[in-house]
């Protein structure tokens, strides 16, 4: 992990229980994240359209 937030070239996206937290949010240009089971394609489809 810290490793992916130290490089600049890597976008951090993370789902599913660990992020329920966070539910869902786009933090700046490299981390996105998404809250809920089912939310990985969600987060995917954002990020691949985003980019």
């Known amino acids: 992990m810290k ?3 130290d490089n600049k ?3 951090v996206a993370t789902v599913c229980g660990g992020s329920l937290l966070l539910a869902v949010v786009e933090y700046g240009p ?5 809250g809920g ?3 990985g ?6 990020v691949v359209e985003r980019d």
């Open 9 to 11: 070239e890597v976008t």
């Open 30 to 34: 490299r981390f996105v994240s998404g």
């Open 41 to 46: 394609l969600d987060v995917a489809f954002y």
């Open 3 to 5: 490793q992916a937030f």
């Open 37 to 39: 089971v089912t939310s």
